[in-house]
């Protein structure tokens, strides 16, 4: 069974609008929460971590973390052309700190 | 200058033989990964290694063996190649193996006829 889920699969958003992502995981060992951004035919580049309860702001991306429900959240504001891409959220345990376990993905396209 | 070099970037072979994967990095980093990624599962963490140590393994085949010969450098051997293995493999690494970003490779993507 999938650890980390997110939905939706797929999200197609207004250039200019606010993109929406959840991720829930199903082990508590995982502490420590990153988002990560595949654009087609390259590898993963991180967007932020999250690691304390309540929401942390880099530009036009919030993300959210509750860890007593394990979900968390990505939103972008003012959606670009360039944010389409394959939005991974991926989980950590905070002793072990080696393997990123990656959720089943999100599909973002934004169209101008 | 790309920071983390993976050759090649796309290779196809036949099943039953062997083929090495290079990784290279250029970040000064301590620990190095190996994932894979499919089109029927997410990105999937096969190994990592700090100072050329193996560290964690949740590869359940011996087929897949990573060989590191410098601190900045992990390659993947992957011997009596299936079919399931074609996939896209990358490369990562990170300062530490704490709670430290890892940065990803561009990948070598795997067919396996």
């Known amino acids: 069974q999938q650890k980390v889920q997110q939905s939706p699969e797929s999200l197609s958003v207004p250039e200019g609008g606010m993109a929406s992502l959840n991720c829930t995981s199903s082990?508590?060992?995982?502490?420590y929460f990153w988002w990560y951004r595949q654009h087609s035919g390259e590898g993963p580049k991180a967007l932020m971590s999250i690691f304390s309860d309540g929401d942390k702001k880099e530009g036009r991306f919030t993300a959210h973390l509750n860890k007593a429900s394990l979900h968390v959240s990505l939103h972008i504001r003012d959606s670009q052309p360039s944010d389409s891409a394959l939005y991974f959220c991926?989980?950590?345990?905070?002793?072990?700190?080696?393997?990123?376990?990656f959720g089943t993905g999100t599909t973002v396209s934004v169209s101008p | 200058d790309p920071k983390i070099i993976q050759k090649p970037k796309y290779l196809v072979a036949v099943t039953g033989s062997e083929k090495i994967l290079i990784c290279e990095q250029y970040l000064g980093h301590n620990a190095m990964y190996w994932y894979r990624q499919s089109a029927k599962k997410p990105l999937e963490f096969m190994f990592s290694?700090?100072?050329?140590?193996?560290?964690d393994n949740q590869t359940a085949s011996s087929r897949f063996q990573p060989q590191s010969s410098k601190k900045n450098h992990l390659d993947l051997q992957i011997t009596a190649l299936k079919p399931d293995d074609s996939a896209t493999y990358f490369c990562?690494?990170?300062?530490?193996?704490?709670?430290?970003?890892?940065?990803f490779g561009p990948g070598t993507r795997l067919t396996v006829l």
């Open positions: 082990d508590r060992n995982f502490q």
């Open positions: 990562a690494s990170s300062h530490g193996t704490g709670v430290y970003e890892q940065y």
């Open positions: 290694y700090s100072y050329q140590k193996l560290m």
């Open positions: 991926a989980a950590s345990e905070p002793q072990g700190g080696r393997a990123l376990i």
